[in-house]
């Protein structure tokens, strides 16, 4: 039987980096770069365990963003991932409630970027409707091509006005 186990990413073992690296080239067809590897470092690790082998994970960090001007530590969602032999047979339903769940624990606003909106939405997820932009070295840029892809999980602020703007921290690879 699966069980979760969050650890920060400070704890994780050389075994357990490697393991994880190894279930996030595999997840991702090999489309996960060193850079999507180092976004979703230095947060916390939500892993699924079946017979001691990690066979799920997503990764919980906080970002800095200004949300219609307003400065948030915003939690942000990265590496989302189920072994492909076990897709759809639970595993990513029970990351996600576990991950939900603690993402609402620690943060008033959290986000992320992906092209599953329908998996996320189960999970009260929502779509962004505002415009991203990003801030690189003071100077902020529109990230249009990005807002398609945003999604927001957040109780008290709504997310559906139109001209609701964000502005991530700029990073070496998807800013977002």
């Known amino acids: 039987m699966p069980h979760i186990s969050v ?73 989302v991932a189920v072994m492909p032999a076990l897709q759809g047979k639970g595993v990513g339903r029970a990351l996600l409630e576990h991950t939900s769940l603690l993402t609402k624990e620690r943060y008033v606003i959290a986000m992320l970027s992906t092209g599953e909106h329908a998996f996320y939405e189960k999970f009260g997820w929502q779509r962004f409707h505002g415009q991203s932009y990003v801030d690189e070295n003071g100077v902020i840029l529109r990230t249009s091509d ?4 945003l999604m927001v999980l957040a109780e008290h602020l709504s997310w559906n006005v139109a001209g609701c703007q964000i502005v991530c921290d700029w990073r070496i690879g998807d800013v977002w």
Do not use: C, K, N, P
Request: charged share 30%; aromatic share 6%; glycine share 10%.
């Open 7 to 79: 650890i920060s990413d400070a704890e994780l073992t050389a075994a357990q980096r490697t393991e994880i690296r190894a279930l996030l080239d595999a997840a991702f067809d090999g489309d996960f770069s060193d850079d999507d590897a180092d976004h979703a470092a230095r947060g916390l690790r939500v892993l699924v365990y079946a017979d001691e082998e990690i066979i799920g994970h997503a990764a919980l960090i906080a970002r800095s963003m200004t949300i219609d001007g307003r400065a948030h530590s915003v939690g942000y969602l990265e590496g």
């Open 146 to 149: 990005e807002d398609a892809g």
